[in-house]
């Protein structure tokens, strides 16, 4: 097959685990017969000192243009000073609504070789833990309208959280088909005792469970997610839910991991194009060192294959090599923990150690 990818490197750490996870695709490129096409843009602070501005017209066409797009990561310290308007982080949220990234899918999964580096080892998550988190991605307070006003001599602000029928439709049908491929279980998160836009969430998720009769279906309050993903979060399969609350507990849920830098995403739309990135920052205080962890990215390349190109032998093996080195107990700075007996590595060995455990 041949594919072409859009590859936005971005800033801080983001070039080095992109060149690690591209290193990986050209080895399944090789093993399995396969051509990756890859068409460079700048994006972020990289894109913001060559052209003013965090992504060009031009570099979004470009995001269109193609199977599908990896990202390392934006922004840093050197941009932050700028108008809120051009931030680096304007881009992702323009190329998302450009591509009609509706739906943005979060697997967080221990790997049972870092058990030591989740704060709940001893509790919660004794049984382990593999769970998908389905977050609406283009709509809800983040896209409503946002207003500042003065009444009466003092400032008052709102943000408008709004959602239509069909896009609650979409994105509930995204999670019970994820849900059909594993546990067969939902949970749609909302807020219904208080929230319209939680009682017509509820009413389309309803309508939903009765049509996948075979996947179990629960409605939970948000308030009581965030308390249940700390005291039982194996209990959870597929969690379904709004924007801004799918965007706290999504990062809630992969503190519980103890590994931010092992955790990929995948933002879909209604073609087979998507968006592929880990989920951290451009961790600009171990960035240019060759000491970031790049299996957040490589597992993110894992998800292109499964999700965008219908290549699952080749994700299987990808996520297959980064559990045989985990196992074989190399480690990154940021994994290794106090144990002597693993073998601590840089970026790049890491990213090597993948492509040879994949042959
Ligand atoms: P961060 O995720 O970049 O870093 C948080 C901590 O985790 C840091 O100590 C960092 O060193 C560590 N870390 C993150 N990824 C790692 C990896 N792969 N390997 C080893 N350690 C890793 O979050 P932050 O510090 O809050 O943000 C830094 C910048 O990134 C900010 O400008 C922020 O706006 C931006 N940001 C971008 C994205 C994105 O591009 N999608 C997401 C979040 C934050």
Not at 178 to 192: E, F, Q, W
Request: proline fraction near 3%.
């Amino acid at each position: 097959m041949k594919k072409k990818i859009t590859v936005l490197k971005g800033d801080g750490i983001g070039p080095e685990i992109v060149d690690e996870a591209l290193k990986v695709l050209d080895k399944i490129g090789e093993k399995y017969g396969h051509t990756f096409e890859k068409d460079f843009v700048d994006i972020g602070g990289a894109s913001i000192d060559k052209y003013g501005v965090p992504i060009t017209d031009e570099g979004l066409e470009r995001c269109k243009d193609c199977d599908s797009v990896l990202l390392g990561a934006v922004g840093g310290p050197k941009w932050d000073v700028i108008d809120p308007a051009k931030r680096p982080e304007k881009a992702l949220l323009k190329v998302r609504s450009e591509l009609g990234l509706f739906a943005n899918l979060r697997p967080t999964r221990m790997f049972a070789q870092l058990k030591n580096a989740s704060p709940l080892k001893e509790t919660g998550i004794k049984d382990g833990l593999d769970l998908m988190i389905v977050r609406e991605l283009t709509g809800g307070i983040y896209f409503g309208e946002h207003k500042t006003y003065e009444e009466n001599g003092e400032t008052i602000a709102t943000d408008l959280m709004l959602y239509s029928e069909h896009e609650i439709e979409r994105i509930g049908r995204v999670a019970f088909e994820t849900a059909r491929k594993r546990g067969k279980k939902v949970h749609s998160v909302d807020k219904a005792n208080v929230l319209d836009s939680s009682k017509l969430w509820r009413k389309v998720m309803h309508r939903l469970a009765e049509e996948y009769g075979d996947v179990e279906y629960s409605d939970i309050l948000v308030d009581n997610t965030a308390m249940q993903l700390v005291r039982n979060p194996s209990q959870f399969d597929v969690i379904v839910t709004e924007n801004m609350f799918g965007d706290i507990l999504s990062d809630e849920a992969s503190m519980l991991t103890g590994s931010i830098g092992m955790m990929p995403s995948a933002s879909l739309s209604s073609t087979t194009l998507g968006m592929y990135e880990p989920i951290h920052g451009s961790a600009p205080d171990i960035a240019g060192k060759n000491i970031a962890n790049p299996l957040g990215t490589i597992l993110s390349v894992a998800m292109m294959l499964r999700y965008s190109f219908d290549m699952i032998e080749e994700a299987d093996a990808i996520e297959k090599a980064v559990d045989d080195v985990l196992t074989a107990g190399y480690r990154t700075g940021d994994i290794a923990g106090n144990d002597e007996n693993v073998k601590k590595v840089t970026c790049s060995e890491m990213g090597d150690l993948v492509c040879s455990y994949l042959s």
